[in-house]
Each structure stands twice: as C-alpha cells, then as structure tokens.
Nanobody, 123 residues
Framework: QVQFVESGGGLVQAGGSLRLSCAAS????????IGWYRQAPGMLRELVAG???????MYADFVKGRFTISRDNVKNVVYLQMNSLKPEDTALYYC?????????????????WGQGTQVTVSS
C-alpha cells in the first residue's frame, strides 16, 4: 500500500500562488503514475497534473502555463506549484497513484488516494 501526506492548501486571493506537497510512503517502488486531482463541490474529480511512467508530464488544459508539477525522487515528494490562481481553482486537491499502467488520465484508474488538501481562491 501507499500512503500520502498532502499539505500546502489554504486560502489565497485571486492571482496568488500556493505550492502543494504530496509526501508518499509505504510501497513507493510500486508507483508507476502519480498525479494531482481536484474536486469541487458537485463536480467530478478531474486530473490537474501528473507524471506518467518514464517521466512524461500530464497537464490539464485549464492549468497549462499556470501550474507546474515537479518531484523529488529521493524524498518521494511531488509538488504542485500553482500560480495565477482563479476562483474556479477552488477545490479539494488530492494526490493519487497508479500501479501497473504507464499513464492514466481517468480517476477510476488510480489505486491509492490521499485525504486531500483544500484550496480556496477568493475573488
């Protein structure tokens, strides 16, 4: 199993920045794909950004140019730098991983999920 500790969420004004962190522990050697998802109230969970097996980066169209995903493989931490935040970015942000696939953009493919960290952007 894989466990996560997510942090970095909070309340920020529109145009501001936040950096989310996801520290993974447990069977981290079995992780093939790792991603950040978000879910706003009444909405489906959606991919924000992620790393495919081999290091290819996935971004949702709505965050390109504003968000940057990065990772520290030694510390098993994945970061999501979020700039130029908008009120519509308000959501619960989750870290999740896939085992056994080379890439994954659908939430149902992910095997383990964190508890999430809340991001609220005020207008």
């Amino acid at each position: 199993q894989v466990q996560f500790v997510e942090s970095g969420g909070g309340l920020v004004q529109a145009g501001g920045s936040l950096r989310l962190s996801c520290a993974a522990s447990g069977s981290t050697s079995t992780i093939d794909v790792i991603g950040w998802y978000r879910q706003a109230p009444g909405m489906l969970r959606e991919l924000v950004a992620g790393f495919s097996l081999g290091g290819e980066i996935m971004y949702a169209d709505f965050v390109k140019g504003r968000f940057t995903i990065s990772r520290d493989n030694v510390k098993n931490v994945v970061y999501l730098q979020m700039n130029s935040l908008k009120p519509e970015d308000t959501a619960l942000y989750y870290c999740a991983v896939v085992q056994g696939l080379t890439t994954a953009r659908k939430a149902y493919l992910y095997d383990y999920w964190g508890q999430g960290t809340q991001v609220t952007v005020s207008s």
